[in-house]
Nanobody
Framework: VQLQASGGGLVQPGGSLRLSCAAS???????MAWFRQVPEKEREFVAAIRLRERSTHYADSVTGRFTISKDDAKNMVLLQMNSLKPDDTAIYYC????????????????????WGQGTQVTVSS
């Protein structure tokens, strides 16, 4: 499985961005997610989607502002980010789990086997 993240950039506070994660190769992951990381901090869970049920899960800090979805036709996972804040500035990584991952681990970076290369999001005026 290979993941390719794109869509990052510079945006003003209150603006929007949409991140895309294209998946290639044999793909049978149970969950897909977005994490983010700033220098000297651990990678932080942002959002995840369970691929069979299509249920979604969000960090408290982004609930109501971010939306994760799956585009089956393009085999991509999208992260629509609205009402962006300077605190959202980070490198955003998409991730895919193994087929056996369970719900209780959906927010844990360690439960994801595949990672994209990251895309920088900067929110600044």
């Amino acid at each position: 499985v290979q993941l390719q993240a794109s869509g990052g950039g510079l945006v003003q506070p209150g603006g929007s961005l949409r991140l895309s994660c294209a998946a290639s190769g044999t793909f049978s992951s149970r969950h897909m997610a977005w994490f983010r990381q700033v220098p000297e901090k651990e990678r932080e869970f942002v959002a995840a989607i369970r691929l069979r049920e299509r249920s979604t899960h969000y960090a408290d800090s982004v609930t109501g502002r971010f939306t994760i979805s799956k585009d089956d036709a393009k085999n991509m996972v999208l992260l629509q980010m609205n009402s962006l804040k300077p605190d959202d500035t980070a490198i955003y990584y998409c991730a895919a789990s193994s087929p056996r991952s369970i719900l209780s681990t959906i927010r844990n970076a360690g439960s994801y086997d595949y990672w994209g290369q990251g895309t920088q999001v900067t929110v600044s005026s």
